[in-house]
């Protein structure tokens, strides 16, 4: 008897279970410009250090119905992979992402934008950046107005 009393105090102070988060449509825009290679001091280089934390996120198991898509930066943007909610897809347009060239964040955020553009899913860009692009009041610009959209959830 004492143990059945103890089992239901014990269930009374459990937290109850968060819900899953609702689906979302999310770009992961990753910065593959020249500064994101090289071997840093524990011998990894940032771009690898970001592909791991993207490739992390997007196998979380807590919002399968998330639809995510990836696209990369360094010159030039480019759109690795499409929305999709495929993880070993999102996490092979992870994988093949190169370093080099310049940082076109703002031409990164205006392809994030676009690939979220017919998504009717709640959207967000999470950019993944050393912080440093060829043009901050471009970057500035395009990412004002991915916010105004409500494109924007950046974090770095």
């Known amino acids: 008897m ?8 014990l269930a009374l102070t459990r937290p109850p279970v968060a819900p899953p988060p609702p689906p979302q449509a999310i770009c992961l825009l990753i910065d593959c ?3 994101m290679g090289g071997d840093s001091v524990l011998g990894t280089s940032k771009l690898s250090k970001v592909k791991a934390a993207a490739q992390e996120f997007a196998t979380r198991p807590d919002s399968p119905d998330s639809q995510i898509g990836v696209v990369g930066f360094g010159s030039q943007a480019h759109v ?3 929305l999709t909610t495929d993880r070993p897809a999102i996490g092979r347009a992870i994988d093949a992402i190169a370093d080099g060239g310049g940082t076109a964040m703002h ?5 994030a934008q676009q690939l979220l ?3 009717s899913l709640p959207r967000n860009v999470l ?3 050393d912080g440093f692009p060829d043009s ?3 970057a500035l610009k395009v990412a004002e107005m991915c916010r105004q959209s409500g494109d924007l959830l950046l974090k770095n």
């Open 2 to 9: 004492g143990a059945s009393i103890g089992e239901a105090l």
């Open 33 to 35: 410009s020249g500064s």
């Open 80 to 82: 690795t992979r499409q």
């Open 107 to 111: 031409d990164g955020l205006a392809a």
């Open 117 to 119: 553009s017919s998504a």
């Open 127 to 129: 950019l993944f950046t």
């Open 136 to 138: 901050a009041d471009s």
